[in-house]
Antibody
Framework: QVQLVESGGGVVQPGRSLRLSCAASGFTFSSHAMHWVRQAPGKGLEWVAVISFDGSNKYYADSVKGRFSISRANSKNTLYVQMNSLRDEDTAVYYC????????????????WGQGTLVSVSS | SYVLTQPPSVSVAPGKTARITCGGYNIGTKSIHWYQQKPGQAPVLLIFYDSDRPSGIPERFSGSNSGNTATLTLSRVEAGDEADYYCQVWDSNSDHYVFGTGTKVTVL
């Protein structure tokens, strides 16, 4: 069965960096686009970034563009997001999710989600 | 950027029908997906491409999309349907994925 397990969350000071990972199993990782979606405490879902099956195309939400970088290692079945210049408003649970198709852009849904990892930005 | 508007909350008695709307400009021209998120859990894909159900999702959940409004319908509501529900589309103008504001369903 499809499994997505996020790790790397924790407490970090404003302006510092953090890298999250998402270990995938139960499907052909290299055939699917992958997403990061976050949810601030008590708030709704906010899409963060997506990467195509081969890493050639990436898109970012305006709120993180220039600060966050999504990447993947298909040989390790792992998705990453490097988060730099963190702000208080980046505090959230970060979910990785599988795109239903290989392409980063387009209409297919996010069909499987991990359980999330909490990032808390605080001084 | 593209905006999807949902009612903050919907209340429904057990066995009745609840309808959750998702408003957006010409949303009927887009493919919409719906997600269910129970307290303390990750979201789950509930409806995709307007009205398709993933395997394992009961037929009680259905969707439609036309004009400026998409609708998720929960028929014969059960206590276990209490959750937050989110709509989602791909906005080709901005190359962004967009989630709706979310609707909390309470079963009375």
């Amino acid at each position: 069965q499809v499994q997505l397990v996020e790790s790397g969350g924790g407490v970090v000071q404003p302006g510092r960096s953090l890298r999250l990972s998402c270990a995938a199993s139960g499907f052909t990782f290299s055939s699917h686009a992958m997403h990061w979606v976050r949810q601030a405490p008590g708030k709704g879902l906010e899409w963060v970034a997506v990467i195509s099956f081969d890493g050639s195309n990436k898109y970012y939400a305006d709120s993180v563009k220039g600060r966050f970088s999504i990447s993947r290692a298909n040989s390790k079945n792992t998705l990453y997001v490097q988060m730099n210049s963190l702000r208080d408003e980046d505090t959230a649970v970060y979910y990785c999710a599988r795109g239903q198709s290989p392409a980063a852009a387009g209409t297919p849904p996010l069909d499987y989600w991990g359980q999330g990892t909490l990032v808390s930005v605080s001084s | 950027s593209y905006v999807l508007t949902q009612p903050p909350s919907v209340s429904v008695a057990p066995g009745k029908t609840a309808r959750i709307t998702c408003g957006g400009y010409n949303i009927g021209t887009k493919s919409i997906h719906w997600y269910q998120q129970k307290p303390g859990q990750a979201p789950v894909l509930l409806i995709f491409y307007d009205s398709d159900r993933p395997s394992g999702i009961p037929e009680r959940f259905s969707g439609s999309n036309s004009g400026n409004t998409a609708t998720l319908t929960l028929s014969r509501v059960e206590a276990g349907d209490e959750a937050d529900y989110y709509c989602q589309v791909w906005d080709s103008n901005s190359d962004h994925y967009v989630f709706g504001t979310g609707t909390k369903v309470t079963v009375l």
